[in-house]
C-alpha cells in the first residue's frame, strides 16, 4: 500500500468571498480524523454571511460517510444556496448516498 502525496492532507481554504457568494476548496482525504476539523471550517462566519456556497470538490481523494454527513448538514444549516462541484466519480456518489444531491446542486 502507498502512502497518499503530500497534497492529498485535507483541508478547506476560502478563496473568494463577498455578501453574496463563497468559493471552497476542500481536498485530501475527508476521514473521521477531520471529522470536527470540517464541522468548523463550515461555520466560518464568512460562509455564513454568503448566500450560495461553491464548494470546489476537485482536490478531495476521498470521502467517508461521517464528513459527507458533515457536509450535508451543513450546507441544510446554511439559509443560502450551495453548489458542489468537480468531485471524483466515488466522491460524487457518497454525497449522492447521504442526501446531499436534494439540498445542493451537484455539478459533474
Known amino acids: 500500500m502507498t502512502a497518499e502525496p503530500q497534497s492529498a492532507q485535507p483541508g478547506m481554504?476560502?478563496?473568494?468571498?463577498?455578501?453574496?457568494?463563497?468559493?471552497?476548496?476542500?481536498?485530501?482525504?475527508?476521514?473521521?480524523?477531520?471529522?470536527?476539523?470540517?464541522?468548523?471550517?463550515?461555520?466560518d462566519l464568512r460562509l455564513q454571511r454568503a448566500d450560495h456556497w461553491v464548494v470546489d470538490m476537485r482536490g478531495v481523494t476521498r470521502i467517508e460517510l461521517a464528513c459527507a454527513y458533515a457536509l450535508l448538514r451543513a450546507v441544510t444549516a446554511h439559509s443560502g444556496t450551495a453548489s458542489i462541484c468537480g468531485g471524483r466519480r466515488p466522491v460524487l456518489r457518497t454525497l449522492r448516498r447521504v442526501g446531499l444531491d436534494k439540498a445542493a446542486v451537484i455539478v459533474e
Open 13 to 43: 481554504v476560502i478563496t473568494a468571498v463577498d455578501a453574496r457568494h463563497a468559493e471552497v476548496t476542500l481536498t485530501g482525504h475527508l476521514s473521521t480524523r477531520v471529522l470536527c476539523d470540517l464541522e468548523e471550517w463550515f461555520d
